[in-house]
């Protein structure tokens, strides 16, 4: 993960991982759905690895892969995210800042090939989490006062965090779904699919998550402000600069208490509330840690390094 958090990788080190076979189609409409078969078709036409630029080269983020006939914005581009996830104006830079950079739309990619429909569902969540994961280490990069925190502290907080933010942004894109968590705007899980799969107990505290925040009317400022301190907010016994966390978690403290000032005058407690939900979200975030290092020991599915690296950080 250290490599993931600097571009000052040799060029001639640089390697991409196809979250397939290997063998994904190359067009020029679809050229962005693997970097890594993209990579290696170049090669074999004739193109010098050390030619890589390393100011293209984007840290090992991987596309999401889409149906050929969907044409969605690029999960990791902050730009088209900026465009897609406006809200509120505030005067806050923080908050405004963290709504610029939150990531775009998560989409999952099954394996249709896959008959069993539980083998199914968890290797498209396990496949869905490892995306994330990069995506969320190239977010992390973005809040605002992470990147001047040594390279040490920046892994411990994303190793304790990780499952937290992923957590939260499940939770917030289930808001609006009835009793059904989206775990990506086109990979919705209810109870009985839970159940065969094995998940029922993570559905279920991850539904009671949903329904406080429901109830709360979180909206999306508050989100994002919330799960960039749910990243500083470590019990980690890794943090060398202990002093340097803390003002990056005051920051983000006075950001939230700043916005809600301006949006909620009307409820003068409501950042003290949203404040007091972050030990259930650490709970819940537990329980699917728990639950997916039960499946790894299960042996039923594959996991990509990265998702094995984050959970072994956690046990």
């Known amino acids: 993960m250290s490599k993931m958090l600097t571009d000052r990788h040799p060029l001639s080190n640089i390697e991409y991982s196809c979250p ?18 993209r990579f290696r078709k170049c090669l074999k036409v004739g193109m010098m690895k050390e030619g890589v630029r390393l100011d293209r ?6 596309k999401y892969r889409r149906p050929v006939e969907v044409e969605t914005p690029d999960p990791c581009s902050y730009l088209a995210a900026h465009h897609s996830f406006q809200g509120k104006r505030t005067t806050n830079k923080v908050v405004s800042h963290l709504v610029l950079v939150e990531p775009g ?16 569902t968890l290797t498209t969540l396990c496949e869905l989490i490892n995306r994330e994961l990069l995506v969320t280490i190239g ?23 990780w499952m937290e933010v992923l957590v939260l942004g499940i939770v917030y894109r289930s808001l609006q779904m009835n009793d059904e968590l989206a775990l990506a705007e086109n990979f919705l899980l209810g109870r009985d699919q839970s159940r065969s799969s094995g998940l029922l107990n993570l559905h279920s505290v991850l539904l009671q998550l949903v329904r406080k925040y429901r109830k709360t009317k979180l ?3 508050e989100f994002v402000t919330l799960k960039a301190m749910a990243l500083a907010n470590s019990d980690s016994s890794s943090i060398e600069n ?10 983000l403290h006075e950001a ?19 404040l007091m939900t972050l030990p259930l979200l650490r709970q819940t975030a ?26 072994e950080a956690k046990m």
């Open 20 to 37: 397939v076979v290997n063998d994904c189609e190359i067009t020029k409409r679809r050229r962005k759905s693997c970097q890594a078969c």
């Open 57 to 62: 080269v984007r840290g090992g983020r991987q």
């Open 105 to 120: 739309e998560v989409f999952a990619s099954p394996d249709l090939d896959l008959q069993d429909s539980d083998l199914r």
């Open 139 to 161: 977010w992390a990069k973005h809040v605002p006062g992470f990147s001047v925190l040594s390279l040490v502290d920046q892994m411990a907080l994303l190793q304790s965090a």
């Open 219 to 221: 909206d999306k400022e």
């Open 242 to 251: 202990v002093e340097s966390v803390l003002n990056l978690q005051d920051r």
């Open 256 to 274: 939230l208490q700043d916005y809600e000032r301006e949006h909620h005058a009307e409820d003068p407690h409501r950042s003290g509330k949203l």
């Open 286 to 311: 537990n329980e699917a840690v728990r639950t997916f290092c039960q499946i790894r020991l299960e042996g039923r599915i594959p996991m990509h390094k990265l998702f094995l690296e984050m959970l």
